[in-house]
T-cell receptor, first 108, second 115 residues
Framework: DAKTTQPPSMDCAEGRAANLPCNHSTISGNEYVYWYRQIHSQGPQYIIHGLKNNETNEMASLIITEDRKSSTLILPHATLRDTAVYYCIVRSNYQLIWGAGTKLIIKP | NAGVTQTPKFQVLKTGQSMTLQCAQDMNHNSMYWYRQDPGMGLRLIYYSASEGTTDKGEVPNGYNVSRLNKREFSLRLESAAPSQTSVYFC??????????????FGQGTRLTVV
């Protein structure tokens, strides 16, 4: 079973920040949180990952709560090309356990 | 940069037929993975290879076999295809071995239909 919980869908206006939540209440102390996205039916694309501290790269920011039971992916200025399914994933041994993700729709 | 290349992109099989899905990466990555994705669902790991010469079962290995031919290539074989194996298959690779604390790169997928 997937170890993460995400809303099935979200809308966001173009140019605004998109905030995608994820719950991972059973995460272990040494497990990382990963975010990938999948545009249409293409291969998934890596976005960002983190353990405890907040992380930022050229694509997004990852905010992890202090108790590590939840996190938020932030796309600071969403564009139409950011419309995709976003997956929040935690590692389980050698595997990434994928849930159904959040379908993010960016509206003009 | 080619990255991860999968062939074929589309395939239709009859029940009971066999076929091999090919995957090659040109990034000198140690670890390679095969996933399947059913409609509306996330990816599920079939097999993985942490390094050349090793393979291990993932979450859903039944009905599949794999071969890590060399560092570049990792193939997935269906010996006797069943309709339940209709899915989109993704190959992935990443640098390093062991726990996945690095970025994984994915191919564009093989869309397989078993009738």
């Amino acid at each position: 079973d997937a170890k993460t919980t995400q809303p099935p869908s979200m809308d966001c206006a173009e140019g605004r920040a998109a905030n995608l939540p994820c719950n991972h209440s059973t995460i272990s102390g040494n497990e990382y949180v990963y975010w990938y996205r999948q545009i249409h039916s293409q291969g998934p694309q890596y976005i960002i990952h983190g353990l405890k501290n907040n992380e930022t790269n050229e694509m997004a920011s990852l905010i992890i709560t202090e108790d590590r039971k939840s996190s938020t992916l932030i796309l600071p200025h969403a564009t139409l090309r950011d419309t995709a399914v976003y997956y929040c994933i935690v590692r389980s041994n050698y595997q990434l356990i994928w849930g159904a993700g959040t379908k993010l729709i960016i509206k003009p | 940069n080619a990255g991860v290349t999968q062939t074929p992109k589309f395939q239709v099989l009859k029940t009971g037929q066999s076929m091999t899905l090919q995957c090659a990466q040109d990034m000198n990555h140690n670890s390679m993975y095969w996933y399947r994705q059913d409609p509306g669902m996330g990816l599920r790991l079939i097999y993985y290879s942490a390094s050349e010469g090793t393979t291990d079962k993932g979450e859903v290995p039944n009905g599949y076999n794999v071969s890590r031919l060399n560092k570049r290539e990792f193939s997935l074989r269906l010996e006797s295809a069943a309709p339940s194996q209709t899915s989109v298959y993704f190959c992935a690779s990443r640098p390093g071995t062991g726990f996945m604390n690095t970025e994984a790169f994915f191919g564009q997928g093989t869309r397989l239909t078993v009738v």
